[in-house]
């Protein structure tokens, strides 16, 4: 099992940044990457940023150039930097660890989540 747990959620104006942090424990050896998703309200949750173990990263086009994704094997943490935020970034944003593990296989831990709110 891996628990995840984000902070650095909170209110900020529009062009402002926030720095996501999520940390993770447990089982943490399966872990072959970490990522960022984020549901707003009346969407369906979406990929935000995702960086593997090897460093390799991929973004939602919409915070490409805006948003920084990177990773702390040792500390086991996943950052997300959000600059230049923007009212439509509002949303809860969930920490997700892909991995493998014996027996379960493949398989996918969330973090509760964290809000983020973007005013214009």
């Known amino acids: 099992q891996v628990q995840l747990v984000e902070s650095g959620g909170g209110f900020v104006r529009a062009g402002g940044s926030l720095r996501l942090s999520c940390v993770a424990s447990?089982?943490?050896?399966?872990?072959?990457?970490m990522a960022w998703y984020r549901q707003a309200p009346g969407k369906q949750r979406e990929l935000v940023a995702k960086?593997?173990?090897?460093?390799?990263?991929n973004y939602e086009d919409s915070v490409k150039g805006r948003f920084f994704i990177s990773r702390d094997n040792i500390k086991n943490t996943a950052t997300l930097q959000m600059n230049s935020l923007k009212p439509e970034d509002t949303a809860v944003y969930y920490c997700?660890?892909?991995?493998?593990?014996?027996?379960?296989?493949?398989?996918?831990?969330w973090g509760r989540g964290t809000q983020v709110t973007v005013s214009s």
């Open positions: 447990g089982s943490i050896d399966g872990i072959t990457s």
């Open positions: 960086i593997t173990n090897g460093g390799g990263t």
């Open positions: 997700n660890a892909d991995g493998f593990w014996t027996p379960v296989g493949n398989y996918k831990y």
